[in-house]
C-alpha cells in the first residue's frame, strides 16, 4: 500500500495540471441571455474559463442587469457593436429560435466563429444560405448546438455500433403540450437529428399525425428508412412534461441497446441460432446485460452532471477549441453535417402540410 499512495497522488496531480493547463484565451460574446444561455452555456463557458466579453440583449434594462451581475462583461442592446468589436472572435447565439438565422449569417458576415443554438434556421433553404454564407467569409467554425452529438452516451453508442448489423430502432420522444412555437424546428429537431446522427440520411416510409396542432398537443408516428437500418418514432406533445420520457431501443444482430439518452446505455446480449433455432429456446441460458453507461450518483462529479451527461459541456468546448485554433477540421455538429436532418424535416412538415 506504501507503494502504492505515490503513484495514486501523482495521478491525481497529473489529472488536476491537465485540466488546469487546458487554457483558452479568446474573447467571446452571448447573444441572447435567457434560461438556455445562463443555465446551460454560461456555467460551461466558466468551467471552461472562457472570456465573457459581451452580452447582447433585446432588453435595455437586461443589458443593464447583465453588466452589473457580472463585473467585467459588457451589457448591450446592439449586435452590431457585437460584431463591430475587433477583440470578440466568437460569438454564442442563444436567442429567440426565429431570430438565429438573421443572427447567425450576420455573425458569419462578421468573420466571427458562430455557435448558433438549434434551430439555426427555419428551413432548407435557410440553412443552405448560411452554408454558403460561411464559406464565402472563409470557413471560420461554426457549431450547431445539437448537444446530443456530443454526449457520452452517442459516443460509446457510435464504438459499440460501429461495424454491427443494425436490425431495428424503436424511438419514444414523448413531452407536454407545446403551444408557444413551432413544435417541428423546436422540439421533434433533437430525436430527428440523433437517428440522422446516429444512423445517416433518413427518408419516410409511413407516417401518421395525430391530435390538435392549435392546441400544442401533436403526435407524430414514424418509420424512417437509412441505408443500413429502419426505425420506428414516436414524437409527442400530448403525453406530460413532469415526466417527460425518451428513450431509444436499437436491435442489433448480437445485442439490443436501451438508452434514455443520457444517464444509461445498455446492451442485452442476444442468444444465437443454431441452422434457424433459437438456442436460448433449447438450453437454460442466463441472459447477460452490460452495463456500458451508468450514472448512479453516488459521488459528486462533472462526469455525472446533467450538463456533462447531455452533451453540452463538449460541445462549448469543442467549439472553444476550434475557434482558437487546438482543434482542425469541422465539426461534428457543422452546418453542413446537419443538412441531412433538415432535409428529413421539410418531408415531415410536407406530410404534416398535406394532413
Known amino acids: 500500500m506504501k507503494l502504492m499512495l505515490p ?56 443589458a443593464a442587469a447583465v453588466a452589473r451581475k457580472y463585473p467585467g462583461v459588457r451589457g448591450t442592446t446592439s449586435l ?19 431570430a438565429h438565422f438573421a443572427i447567425a449569417r450576420a455573425v458569419l458576415e462578421s ?8 434551430p439555426p434556421c427555419t428551413s432548407l433553404e435557410e ?9 464565402c467569409a472563409g470557413n471560420r467554425p461554426v457549431t450547431v448546438g445539437f448537444q446530443r452529438r456530443f454526449s457520452p452516451v452517442t459516443d460509446r453508442l457510435r464504438q459499440e455500433l460501429r461495424g454491427a448489423a443494425v436490425h431495428s430502432y424503436h424511438y419514444r420522444f414523448l413531452t407536454g403540450a407545446y403551444p408557444e412555437g413551432d413544435v417541428l424546428t423546436d422540439l421533434f429537431v433533437h430525436p430527428l437529428d440523433w437517428v440522422c446522427f446516429l444512423f445517416g440520411e433518413a ?12 392546441r400544442g398537443e401533436v403526435t407524430l408516428l414514424l418509420v424512417l428508412e437509412h441505408r443500413e437500418a429502419v426505425g420506428c418514432l ?61 450514472n448512479d450518483g453516488f459521488a459528486p462529479t462533472a462526469a455525472g452532471h446533467t450538463i456533462v451527461k447531455q452533451g453540452f459541456f463538449d460541445e462549448v468546448r469543442d467549439f472553444a477549441r476550434r475557434t482558437e485554433g487546438k ?29
Open 7 to 62: 503513484l495514486i497522488r501523482r495521478y491525481k496531480r497529473l489529472r488536476d495540471l491537465r485540466q488546469m493547463n487546458d487554457l483558452y484565451t479568446g474573447a467571446y460574446a452571448m447573444v441572447g441571455f435567457g434560461h438556455h444561455a445562463v443555465h446551460h452555456l454560461l456555467p460551461c463557458m466558466r468551467h471552461l474559463g472562457l472570456q465573457l466579453h459581451s452580452v447582447c440583449c433585446s432588453s435595455a434594462s437586461k
Open 80 to 98: 452590431r457593436e457585437v460584431l463591430d468589436d475587433k477583440e470578440i472572435d466568437g460569438v454564442f447565439v442563444a436567442a429567440t429560435p426565429s
Open 111 to 118: 468573420g466571427k466563429a458562430l455557435f448558433v443554438e438549434k
Open 127 to 135: 440553412l443552405d444560405c448560411l452554408i454558403e454564407t460561411a464559406k
Open 203 to 214: 427518408r419516410v416510409r409511413s407516417f401518421a399525425s395525430v391530435g390538435r396542432d392549435s
Open 234 to 294: 414516436e414524437l409527442s406533445t400530448a403525453y406530460t412534461w413532469k415526466p417527460s420520457m425518451e428513450s431509444l431501443e436499437i436491435n442489433t444482430r448480437t445485442g439490443i441497446y436501451r438508452t434514455d439518452g443520457a444517464n444509461f446505455l445498455d446492451c442485452t446480449e442476444k442468444s444465437p441460432t443454431f441452422f434457424g433455432i433459437p438456442t436460448e429456446k433449447v438450453f437454460r441460458r442466463t441472459a447477460c446485460t452490460r452495463h456500458l453507461i451508468e
Open 327 to 355: 482543434v482542425r477540421g469541422n465539426s461534428r455538429a457543422g452546418l453542413e453535417s446537419v443538412r441531412p436532418t433538415f432535409v428529413l424535416l421539410e418531408e415531415i412538415r410536407r406530410r404534416m402540410e398535406e394532413g
